[in-house]
């Protein structure tokens, strides 16, 4: 059955059209489930969006959603809807592993805040996605199970960490997902694949249950085929916690709420340092895929403006100062005592926590571990994380101080589109400059989104939008309204539908 003829593929459909014909009775919970498995067993041999599947409990789920519709009852707006959770977020009763040896046998004896609202909506999980190692990469090629792929061209990267869950939206193996954010890990790999991910302001979501890379700047959020599932899921997520004492106290709004309102007047910055900076330059076709999206932006009355955020140029050196630091701290607990993988045959207890660290951890996380012991030891911890964070403050200024003029910012989501598996993979610094344009966001605490906004190289170009803390109704709001009137979302679903079948 093709995308345009009068029942789509149930596996192309958004989340929101899905619930439509479950309401309506035209498809069943059981018959979208199993749509969406026979798309996984089709494709993600090649792909490998996933570590884990959980068909049983995703069964479980489905056949009660049915039960509920055929007994007239109401359902939510993403009960029945299959999700792809990113495997950072602990399950309870379910491995996981962050993708890293290091946790092998780890079964959580709880779940993470996200999980449990998922489940109080009704969602369908049906898997567990690959990822960086421990959420540190840009690429998905730090995973110990192997490399996701990029459904636009399988020789690329997806973009990372988040990588599964991204590959997973784009080859229409889930309808929407969750992945984590520390420098771009959900913007990324979203712009990499063709579809929306959305950052949520710091404290917006509980981190409670998601396993930490850097405490100060992780963040989850939704990964989906269009804004208006990015909203409905929130919904879901978002809120108080006290679980989690970074959580915001004040109830989340309804995210849907300005979906659909016009953007006349809206004033938007263009922030001249996420074109060019030292080291990097945005590649020319994606930059006039931004700028043709700034016209569309204009045509629908908005007021765009070139503006400066003259400190955004100092986020790279500090994330990898204020993230490694972190990651070292949180990461000194995997040791081989108490969970997780343990290295056989040590002969004492120092050398069995080093011979697990050794053998447990990838290149990259030894990589930032390093970095960071390095910027917090005696003597060094003014010089390096205490500057780093005097600079933090000065980049967050920056952004209040746009924010007093205009309603939203819009940059590239990236510098680059997809690049070439192992194109990267031996210079760190290339791999790092990827996140140029998402890592000062997270350094500020604010929210942003990608969306597609057109193609360079025949690949996807993320158009990303930026607004001030807790106003992510408005970054909604704009967003949306610049993907109802090009319709890139709807076109990368037909594409992607398109070059996975035929790789």
Request: proline share 6%; net charge negative; with cysteine.
């Amino acid at each position: 059955m093709g995308l345009h003829s009068a029942m789509p593929d149930l596996h192309t459909l958004t989340a929101h059209a899905a619930h439509e014909l479950l309401v309506t009775k035209a498809i069943s919970a059981r018959e979208l489930l199993d749509a969406v498995y026979a798309r996984i067993d089709a494709v993600d041999e090649r792909v490998h969006s996933y570590v884990l599947l959980m068909r049983e409990q995703a069964d479980a789920v489905s056949a009660r959603v049915d039960a509920k519709i055929a007994a007239g009852e109401s359902i939510g707006p993403l009960e029945g809807i299959p999700l792809a959770l990113k495997d950072i977020l602990c399950t309870q009763g379910i491995p996981t592993t962050c993708c890293s040896r290091v946790l092998e046998g780890f079964v959580p004896p709880y779940d993470a805040t996200v999980v449990r609202r998922l489940d109080d909506a009704g969602v369908v999980t049906v898997g567990k996605t690959n990822m960086d190692e421990f959420a540190m990469g840009s690429s998905t090629e730090n995973s110990a199970f192997g490399p996701s792929r990029n459904p636009w061209d399988l020789a690329r990267v997806p973009g990372g960490s988040s990588g599964g869950s991204a590959s997973a939206i784009g080859a229409d193996e889930a309808l929407i997902a969750l992945g984590t954010d520390t420098g771009g890990s959900i913007r990324q790999p979203a712009a990499y694949c063709g579809v929306v991910g959305m950052k949520p302001t710091y404290g917006r979501v509980s981190r409670y249950g998601l396993i930490a890379f850097a405490s100060s700047l992780d963040q989850i959020g939704p990964i989906t085929k269009d804004v208006r599932d990015a909203a409905l899921l929130m919904n879901a997520i978002g809120g108080p916690d006290p679980c989690d004492s970074t959580c915001y106290p004040e109830p989340a709004p309804d995210f849907t709420e300005k979906l659909g309102r016009d953007i006349t007047g809206m004033k938007i910055g263009v922030p001249r340092e996420f074109f060019s900076q030292e080291g990097v330059q945005v590649d020319p076709g994606v930059a006039e895929a931004v700028h043709a999206a700034l016209r569309v932006l204009e045509a629908q009355g908005a007021i765009v403006e070139e503006c400066s955020l003259p400190n955004v140029r100092f986020s790279l050196p500090i994330y990898y100062i204020i993230a490694p630091a972190e990651a070292s701290s949180n990461l000194a607990r995997y040791d081989g005592v108490e969970f997780g993988y343990r290295a056989p045959g040590t002969r004492d207890i120092v050398s069995m926590m080093t011979d697990t660290r050794d053998a447990g951890f990838g290149m990259e996380v030894k990589r930032r571990i390093m970095l960071g012991t390095y910027a917090l030891s005696s003597g060094y911890y003014d010089a390096y994380y205490l500057k780093a964070s005097q600079v933090r403050t000065l980049i967050r200024q920056d952004f209040e101080r746009a924010f007093a003029q205009y309603d939203v910012l819009v940059t590239p989501t990236a510098p680059t589109v997809a690049f070439p598996l192992g194109a990267k993979v031996d210079d760190p610094m290339q791999m790092y400059l990827n996140d140029i344009c998402t890592i000062p966001i997270n350094m500020a605490g604010v929210p942003s989104i990608s969306v597609p906004c057109g193609y360079d190289q025949g690949l996807p170009v993320g158009l990303q939008f930026i607004t001030a803390h807790w106003d992510e109704t408005t970054l909604l709001q704009a967003a949306y309204a610049y993907e109802q009137a090009t319709g890139w979302s709807r076109r990368a679903i037909d594409e992607i539908e398109r070059v996975t079948m035929a790789g």
